[in-house]
Antibody, heavy 122, light 112 residues
């Protein structure tokens, strides 16, 4: 069974750092794309970026470039999303998903992980 | 960026009746290889999103055939032939023609 398991909820203070994870199983993680999507409280979905764990090729949504870092460890089939200095506005649910490739780009996301809730509050 | 606009914002439905959601993109989503880069997702209450339809009209694995996707160019439609109680949630369209990938604002489907 294809599965993505995400790390647990986090409560952090502004200015702190954080790294959340997404572990894949049931598929060839190294040869797949992993995407990250943000959902702020009561809001819609925003694509943050994608990574190809096989060679760590990473693409960012310009809106998130410089704000977060996406990485992956193919040896443990795990992708990561990290922040250097959190802000209250980073409070959101963060989903990872497997990206499917067609004609030189990722074209759809399936399945999605359960999400990691990040709360940033003083 | 490609802007995705969904309508309606809210859709009260009666079980057993059909339902339809519209999605419009700010530019054509037709890929040069002949497919449309438009997907539909459903986020049920308290759950993560799930893929319903990919590349315009292809049902994802395990999705009932009461769900169908159609459209071309900039105008797309998700249809539910007979709504069931389990279909409630927020439906999102998403374009994957070019990055940054963008989602519509969502359509909340609820039972009357």
């Amino acid at each position: 069974e294809v599965q993505l398991v995400q790390s647990g909820a986090e409560l952090k203070k502004p200015g702190e750092s954080l790294k959340i994870s997404c572990k894949g199983s049931g598929f060839n993680f190294s040869n797949s794309w992993i995407v990250w999507v943000r959902q702020m409280p009561g809001k819609g979905l925003e694509w943050m970026g994608i990574i190809y764990p096989g060679d760590s090729d990473t693409r960012y949504n310009p809106s998130f470039r410089g704000q977060v870092t996406i990485s992956a460890d193919k040896s443990t089939s795990t992708a990561y999303l990290q922040w250097g200095r959190l802000k209250a506005s980073d409070t959101a649910m963060y989903y990872c998903a497997r990206g499917w490739y067609r004609s030189s780009s990722v074209r759809w996301f399936d399945p999605w992980g359960p999400g990691t809730l990040v709360t940033v509050s003083s | 960026d490609i802007v995705m606009t969904q309508s309606p914002l809210s859709l009260p439905v009666t079980p057993g009746e059909p339902a339809s959601i519209s999605c419009r993109s700010s530019q054509s989503l037709l890929h040069s290889h002949g497919f449309h880069c438009l997907n539909w997702y459903l986020q049920k209450p308290g759950q993560s999103p799930q893929l319903l339809i990919y590349l315009g009209s292809n049902r994802a694995s395990g999705i009932p055939d009461r769900f169908s996707g159609s459209g071309s160019g900039t105008d797309f439609t998700l249809k539910i032939s007979r709504v069931e109680a389990e279909d409630v949630g927020v439906y999102y369209c998403m374009q994957a023609l070019r990055t940054p990938f963008t989602f519509g604002g969502g359509t909340k489907v609820e039972i009357k």
